[in-house]
């Protein structure tokens, strides 16, 4: 009977294993399929997910040890939640301070490749570093990130969640941590998936500074309202120019950074989730560049 008993449970982890193996490979697949290509970061190309993520930052700190300091400010569930700050500049002459968010929904990688991209700009080029001082949460949603989940592993919108008596792990670490602090500009990197182009989501009128970062990129790429004409709308967005929207969404980032943080220009960047992403990360980056550039 001990054997028989013994013997069953053998052949349950002979089943069960293949199923869950397979299932992994399924949403690695997915992954890949959305991603559809790799991302460039130095002399590699690579897709993207968490564990070629935590691959890039090491890389990152390895590379620039100097100038990148990278802690961790807690853990959603088993995951560290990353902050990297920039140090080593020589310059004495006031840097615009910059926070930076990511990933906070997992099925929105090109952001995460963004805000590495900028942490490896300021490694690279010395002027960059004399003007600029960031702070980056690159992964905000590493179980998501994970297994290209939207939701952290509560099946919390984290992006709701920037909310008293609301909060998520993830967001209460995030908001525990920056209490106090003060920045010139937020931005906080998303991607929509039902989108062909780009668009920034503003806190409030902020001087033009919104359509006049976008035009970095081409019209074609810029989000227009569905009349063509503004103010107008499209996709629950209302549009201000092209490319350029506020949202009611209640519990952002952007409107914490905004709202509660009172930093003066605080941004969603959203990238077209159908366009092909190697062309998607090179403009999103762009307009990333683009914005920094506008208040320097
Ligand atoms: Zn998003």
């Known amino acids: 009977m001990a054997f028989l008993r013994i013997w069953l449970l053998l052949l349950s982890f ?6 869950s193996r397979s299932q992994g490979a399924r949403s690695l697949q997915k992954c890949h399929s959305y991603l559809q290509t790799e991302f460039k970061y130095g002399e590699h190309y690579l897709y993207f997910d968490w564990l070629q993520f935590q691959w890039h930052l090491k ?8 100038f990148l300091s990278i802690e961790t400010i807690g853990y959603a569930g088993q995951y560290p939640l990353y902050k990297v700050k920039t140090t080593g500049a020589t310059s004495r002459q006031r840097r615009l301070r910059v926070l930076v968010t990511a990933g906070t929904h997992g099925t929105e990688p090109v952001g995460v490749a963004s805000a590495l991209d900028l942490l490896e700009r300021y490694g690279r080029d010395k002027s960059f570093r004399d003007k600029v001082e960031l702070v980056v949460f690159p992964a905000l949603n590493p179980w998501g990130l994970s297994r290209f989940s939207r939701r952290n592993q509560q099946g ?39 989108f062909y182009e780009h668009f920034l989501i503003r806190g409030a009128a902020d001087g033009g500074l919104a359509e006049n970062s976008i035009r970095a990129i081409s019209k074609k790429d810029r989000l227009d309202s569905e009349t063509g004409e503004y103010p107008g709308s499209f996709g629950g ?60």
Do not use: W
């Open 14 to 19: 002979v089943l069960v294993a293949p199923g």
């Open 59 to 66: 890389e990152l700190q390895t590379l620039y040890p100097k």
């Open 156 to 194: 919390v919108d984290i992006n709701r969640s920037f909310l008293d008596g609301q909060e998520s792990e993830n967001s209460r670490l995030l908001m525990k941590d920056l209490s106090g602090e003060s920045f010139d500009l937020a931005l906080d990197l998303h991607g929509a998936r039902s």
């Open 237 to 296: 967005y209302t549009l201000f120019n092209e490319g350029v929207s506020e949202s009611s969404n209640m519990g952002t980032m952007k409107s914490y950074a905004f709202d509660q943080l009172r930093i003066p220009y605080a941004y969603t960047f959203e990238y077209p989730g159908k366009v092909n992403p190697r062309q998607t990360h090179r403009l999103n980056f762009r307009l990333v560049m683009s914005m920094i550039n506008h208040l320097l």
